[in-house]
């Protein structure tokens, strides 16, 4: 067991004066911050835990360890005994794996005498980093009489080492951020590796990249970014390269190239440092999987991922009994996140997410069903990271009231006798699966005679049951990985029966109460009416539907229907429109798949309202789909909107543009060429948004 002197002197200190210790108290004893003592009681909590004590706080956050007299006195003989690190674990494996990541052999009985270990703790260490790394593709290589060599890539050894730190240091690393900037320059290396001057540096030019831009890192990406962005000046100025054409040709994150491409010129003319272009390209890629977009930055022609997004929503409204569809804040949030987070994945770039294990803990309903609903509409992604799945349950818990599940899911455990290793499976379940909170244990004998089965929502058995004609799971008695699948698949797949009359409440203005002075005013609720009164106003009004008669281009039946866009003063200069649209179809298909549509928008400053229309093709022309498929187009659909767009205006062409394929009815009026379905549709769409905004408010 590893302890620090730190950590020593706290479990001392508590149990001398019982109840009378804070973290503040020990803080200024031992003359550190109270947010490190706190920190360190993480892991004091763990060493008394195996002990079988538990640190208590009382509710004037008084610190007491509590347990049998014995367990106490055989704390207080192992602080007598043992020889405090004053390094703790986790700062070790970082040494190693540093120490790794600069050589490219090491002799064993050097790298232990570096890290300050000796052989033995070596290989164990080495066993749990090689573990952990190889879902980046790195392998450690140990060979008698050569050393051990660490196996891989350089983008995944730079990813690899940027979660290492994320996963273990994110709480040190954001109290680093803050001293940073406030001007607090340490002299020595920042966590065994960080030159102080260069993170300030990229600190200071991140922020000021992004200090305008409508497109920014979200907190957790930010400080994602600046670790990459550090981690490759510092690579980079040791020589070590990145493989060219590594993955992502420069079209897929042709905008975040430029945007590192400038910082990356900076900090070379700051620092004397050459940045390759695959470095540049290496950070765009990662500043693409950490982008979140602002209200006015959600993309809206994003037709085929919006309707995924509302299938989930149903799904998961389904499974826990309360309709989400209509809470437009819910769908705007999970659009935003899942375009970098389907990146992330795609690209294989690992997601640290800190708060994933209290999720899984406080929420594990809520969490099945929103794995069940994206594993079911996300396909063609495998294995769902965990991480993600966290950060999508934080959107819904966003439109619900959750303090904590209440939800109890009984589970019945049968064997032979009701004793003996029953006991031990039924402990082993609930470590295993948290979401079975209550587990009732009976013999063979019992359930024949006594027990109300109807009562339970799972049945296990470690024999098998031929007299009985209700549904049970036959596991091993010490409950294989099999078997723990087996219930958790059972569990995903009866969620929706399992949830009846265990609702969530959903959020409501009433649950919103505003501060004191925050109460919006008259002007700003007339203000809102009135941005919305305009924009449906501009829909209806600048509808149109064109059936073209004679052969045409694409390209032709576009400047159609600028030029007379442009008649009607809804925008100048359709050049300039046009031109704008062929950039933006360059950037990738606008067929939508499976359909007979294509979407051509753009967004650009000589438009000057909201315009919806349609153009009915009676020769079909091929264009490029938005997933990369031919799409035989016979209705164009042209959506303009003016470079500058308020919140309602986007949330009014976000909701045109995914309700084109929300749903069969949609997709065969939207084909129809019937001008007059088209309109009733349009208007069905925004009266909808009119009830669902503005109705009880």
């Excluded at 003592?37 to 610190?63: A, N, P, W």
């Excluded at 594993?375 to 799945?389: G, S």
């Amino acid at each position: 067991m590893y302890i620090t002197s730190r950590e020593k002197s706290i479990i001392e200190q508590i149990i001398k004066i019982s109840g009378k210790h804070t973290a503040f108290s020990i803080a200024s004893s031992l003359n550190v911050s109270k947010r490190t003592i706190q920190r360190d009681l993480k892991s004091v909590e763990r060493i008394v835990e195996q002990f079988g004590l538990k640190l208590v706080r009382d509710s004037h956050q008084g610190l007491s360890i509590e347990g049998k007299n014995e367990q106490i006195f055989r704390l207080v003989q192992f602080l007598t005994t043992i020889e405090p690190v004053d390094q703790p674990q986790k700062e070790k494996a970082l040494r190693l794996l540093l120490a790794l990541l600069e050589e490219e052999v090491y002799k064993t009985q050097v790298l232990a005498n570096e890290i300050g270990i000796s052989t033995t703790t070596l290989t164990t260490y080495l066993d749990e980093l090689s573990l952990w790394m190889s879902p980046f593709q790195l392998r450690l290589l140990r060979k008698r009489g050569v050393g051990v060599e660490l196996s891989g890539s350089e983008v995944n050894k730079r990813r690899a080492l940027a979660n290492f730190f994320l996963q273990y240091f994110n709480e040190e690393l954001i109290e680093f951020l803050y001293l940073l900037e406030s001007g607090n320059m340490p002299e020595e290396k920042i966590l065994h590796y960080f030159i102080p001057h260069y993170f300030r540096e990229v600190i200071f030019l991140i922020n000021s990249a992004f200090h305008d831009e409508s497109v920014h890192p979200a907190d957790r990406g930010y400080l994602e970014l600046v670790l990459h962005t550090a981690i490759t000046l510092q690579r980079a100025e040791s020589q070590f390269k990145i493989e060219k054409n590594f993955g992502l040709s420069n079209k897929e994150v042709a905008a975040e190239i430029e945007v590192m491409r400038r910082i990356s010129q900076q900090l070379e003319g700051k620092l004397h440092i050459s940045i390759s272009e695959s470095d540049i390209q290496y950070l765009a890629t990662v500043l693409k999987g950490t982008k979140l977009l602002s209200v006015q930055g959600i993309p809206y022609d994003s037709v085929v991922l919006a309707q995924k997004i509302s299938n989930v929503i149903q799904s998961v409204s389904d499974q826990i009994h309360l309709d989400l569809t209509n809470d437009f804040s819910l769908f705007q949030g999970l659009i935003a996140h899942m375009e970098p987070s389907l990146f992330r994945i795609k690209q294989n770039m690992e997601a640290y997410n800190p708060l994933k294990e209290e999720i899984m803990r406080k929420y594990p309903v809520l969490f099945m069903a929103v794995k069940n609903s994206l594993e079911e509409e996300f396909q063609e992604i495998k294995n769902f990271p965990d991480d993600e799945i966290a950060f999508m349950v934080l959107h819904f818990g966003s439109a619900l009231v959750m303090k904590e599940e209440r939800f109890s899911i009984k589970a019945l455990v049968i064997c032979p006798t009701g004793i003996g290793t029953s006991k031990m499976l039924a402990s082993r379940i609930k470590k295993e699966i948290p979401e079975i909170d209550s587990i009732d244990i009976r013999s063979i004998k019992e359930i024949t005679t006594q027990v109300d089965l109807s009562v339970y929502d799972l049945i296990i058995s470690t024999v098998r049951l031929p007299f009985m004609h209700v549904e049970y799971i036959l596991v091993n008695p010490l409950l294989s990985k099999e078997n723990i699948s087996t219930i958790k698949t059972f569990l995903q797949n009866n969620l929706e029966n399992l949830t009846i009359g265990r609702r969530y409440q959903k959020i409501t203005q009433a649950d919103i109460s505003p501060l004191p002075g925050e109460q919006p005013g008259l002007s700003d609720l007339l203000g809102d009416l009135q941005a919305v009164q305009k924009s449906a106003e501009e829909i209806i009004n600048n509808f149109r539907f064109y059936r073209m008669e004679h052969t045409a281009t694409e390209e032709q039946v576009l400047e159609k229907m600028l030029l007379k866009a442009e008649e009607e003063d809804l925008l100048t200069n359709p050049t300039a429109v046009l031109q704008a649209l062929k950039e933006r179809e360059k950037k990738g298909g606008l067929g939508i798949p499976e359909t007979n549509l294509a979407l051509f928008h753009t967004r650009d400053q000589h438009v000057k309202q909201l315009i919806f229309q349609i153009a009915h093709l009676p020769n079909p022309c091929v264009v490029k789909g938005m997933d990369g498929k031919d799409v035989v187009m016979k209705n164009l659909l042209l959506m303009l909107v003016p470079h500058e767009l308020n919140h309602r205006e986007h949330e009014i062409v976000s909701l045109i543009s995914t309700n084109i394929i929300e749903s069969n009815e949609a997709l065969l009026v939207f084909t129809s060429a019937n001008e007059e379905l088209i309109y009733k549709r349009l208007e069905t769409i925004l009266v909808r948004y009119l009830q669902s905004n503005f109705k009880n408010k």
